[in-house]
């Protein structure tokens, strides 16, 4: 018997939640086909945390494709389905990829295993980058740089933390249910050990009796505590580079990772900054929202940058 996992109509960092707790109840070794025939919509979160799924299973998985045209070719351009054939077994009709500069793909989706895969994505974006960020986003020209070292970051972390490979994705759309203007969007999803595993493989690592996988959050997010020794010039200074950035340009970053997701979130969202006992899901899961800039005014939250959540919310 298989056990049908039906995939969210809009799929993003919320909604992939539905995903997870549907797998959750399932026990290994079952038959399972998770369903996007009626999906029609994917951030670049969403279609990368699906290519995690099947990382996450010891079971081969099935997928029915998007029956959407629009659907279907959109993640075709995204690179979702090149992949995808590997890990799963695919049902439905896949149409041809095309290039993703057809598109309002800044990068498709690209496997992360080495470092030098870090430098070819970064090397790949950055004239691209340069466009959307100045061009589109408003943003000041000294971003650019920025914006290639944060993507850099976020996905070195897949090479030092997470065990195994990973995916990064980047996409620019209008973002229109929080701020009705345009976003830069970075997704970077893996499968691997996550934080809480890879801060106790630490020498000098030392549990406590609240040390879960929220605590492992707050500690690499908002204490930039990594497993690296603090003599390891640069080690491990990754995430806290990635706050500030998205701190100065009024972003939004949320990491997902066991059973705990922590979100930066700035004046235009309301999403909870902590939330815990979610269902497990192995690996670090990271999205980065960096908005359009409208006038003159710098666009960075009202007084100072975050330093730990507001609130805690419990299941």
């Excluded at 695919?90 to 989706?109: F, K, N, Q, T, Y």
């Excluded at 997470?162 to 970075?186: D, E, F, H, M, P």
């Excluded at 609240?210 to 500690?219: I, K, S, T, V």
């Excluded at 990271?286 to 330093?307: C, L, T, V």
């Amino acid at each position: 018997m298989t056990t049908v996992i039906s995939v969210p109509h809009s799929l993003d960092e919320h909604s992939f939640e539905q995903v997870i707790e549907q797998l959750a109840a399932v026990p290994e070794g079952s038959k399972i086909l998770l369903d996007a025939r009626h999906a029609r919509w994917a951030s670049p979160y969403g279609l990368t945390a699906l290519l995690c799924v099947p990382q996450a299973r010891p079971e081969k998985l099935a997928f029915a494709v998007p029956e959407h045209p629009d659907t279907v070719s959109y993640w075709s351009r995204a690179g979702f389905f090149r992949h995808a054939a590997e890990l799963y077994e695919l049902h439905g009709s896949v149409p041809r990829a095309r290039d993703a500069h057809e598109s309002d793909v800044l990068l498709e989706i690209t496997p992360i295993t080495k470092s030098d895969d870090v430098h070819g994505v970064v090397g790949r974006i950055q004239s691209k980058a340069a466009d959307i960020l100045h061009g589109q986003l408003n943003l000041d020209t000294a971003v650019t740089g920025v914006f290639g070292m944060t993507l850099s970051e976020a996905c070195q972390n897949i090479v030092e933390h997470a065990g195994q490979g990973g995916w990064v994705a980047v996409q620019t759309y209008k973002y229109t249910r929080r701020l009705g203007r345009r976003v830069v969007v970075i997704a970077v999803c893996d499968a691997g050990v996550g934080f809480r595993k890879s801060l106790e493989s630490a020498p000098n690592h030392r549990k406590s009796d609240r040390w879960d996988d929220a605590m492992a959050l707050e500690d690499a997010v908002l204490r930039a505590i990594s497993r690296f020794r603090h003599g390891d010039a640069g080690r491990g200074q990754g995430l806290a580079g990635i706050r500030r950035f998205v701190g100065r340009w009024h972003g939004k970053l949320t990491v997902r990772s066991g059973t705990a997701r922590i979100a930066i979130t700035p004046e235009w969202d309301e999403d909870v900054p902590m939330t815990e006992q979610l269902p497990y899901f192995p690996g670090a899961q990271m999205q980065i929202i960096i908005p359009e800039r409208i006038g003159d005014a710098p666009a960075r939250p009202r007084g100072a940058a975050p330093a730990s959540p507001r609130s805690r919310s419990r299941f």
